[in-house]
């Protein structure tokens, strides 16, 4: 019964940082990627950032040098620090978890991030 749960979302004005949590739970697999989708009405869920057991992360060219993803392997945690927040980062976050071959994948309920003045 593997769970992951996201904290940190919610209203923040242009310019303004927010700080993502995400902790898995009950893994019954290792874990090799961890990372964040995000979503807006009526978009398809694109490609945040993701970091894996090694640290090597990926992050898309919107948010790079903004955005910062980064995790504790021991816990089973990822964050991420969003700096420089535009309009255009409102969304809901989904938090993100696979094993190495991505046959085990799972994913958070979602945090609502709102970037407005």
């Known amino acids: 019964q593997v769970q992951l749960v996201e904290s940190g979302g919610g209203l923040v004005q242009p310019g303004g940082s927010l700080r993502l949590s995400c902790a898995a739970s009950?893994?019954?697999?290792?874990?090799?990627?961890m990372g964040w989708y995000r979503q807006a009405p009526g978009k398809q869920r694109d490609l945040v950032a993701t970091v894996t057991t090694s640290a090597r992360t990926n992050l898309a060219d919107s948010v790079k040098g903004r955005f910062t993803i980064s995790r504790d392997n021991a816990k089973n945690t990822v964050f991420l620090q969003m700096n420089s927040l535009k309009p255009e980062d409102t969304a809901v976050y989904y938090c993100?978890?696979?094993?190495?071959?991505?046959?085990?994948?799972?994913w958070g309920q979602g945090t609502q991030v709102t970037v407005s003045s």
């Open positions: 009950r893994t019954t697999f290792s874990i090799y990627t």
């Open positions: 993100y978890a696979a094993n190495l071959y991505t046959t085990y994948t799972y």
